[in-house]
């Protein structure tokens, strides 16, 4: 697998469970509130994310070799959503149920191995991309 593909896998699994999260916040915001014990407006407030979230990553999916800095903020808001979760697990005092507390933290680790692959990957790929200009030049001279 080319670290292009590799690539557009992740980031259509980062696409797919944000879309699978905004879809159930959309549908049981109420419910998951409850359930979760956080506030109905931070789910209203992660929902209006993830659709700035969704939007960027389907333009990286369709032209993942376009916009290293658009890759480069999706990195970074992956990392910002890290960072704001476990401030809501363990910073702020929100009346978390335990479930509500262990879903924060899963999602953060999630969302934290999405972003470091995403590097990874970004990273390997700007590389073979560079390999592969001295390799054009070689030809074209011969």
């Known amino acids: 697998m080319t670290n292009s593909v590799s690539l557009r896998v992740v980031l259509w699994v980062d696409g797919v469970t944000g879309l699978g999260t905004l879809a159930s916040q959309l549908v049981a915001a109420s419910f998951l509130s409850d359930l979760y014990g956080l506030p109905l407006g931070l789910i209203r407030g992660a929902m209006l994310a993830m659709l700035f979230y969704l939007a960027l990553i389907a333009t990286l999916i369709f032209k993942p070799n376009d916009s290293m800095f658009r890759l480069g903020v999706l990195v970074g808001g992956n990392l910002a ?60 001279r011969a």
């Open 81 to 140: 959503w890290v960072a704001a979760s476990l401030w809501v697990a363990f910073g702020a005092d929100l009346g978390l149920t335990p479930l509500g507390r262990g879903y924060v933290i899963a999602q953060a680790a999630f969302v934290m191995a999405l972003a470091v692959l995403e590097t990874v990957f970004s990273r390997a790929q700007r590389g073979d991309l560079a390999n592969e200009e001295p390799a054009r030049a070689d030809q074209a």
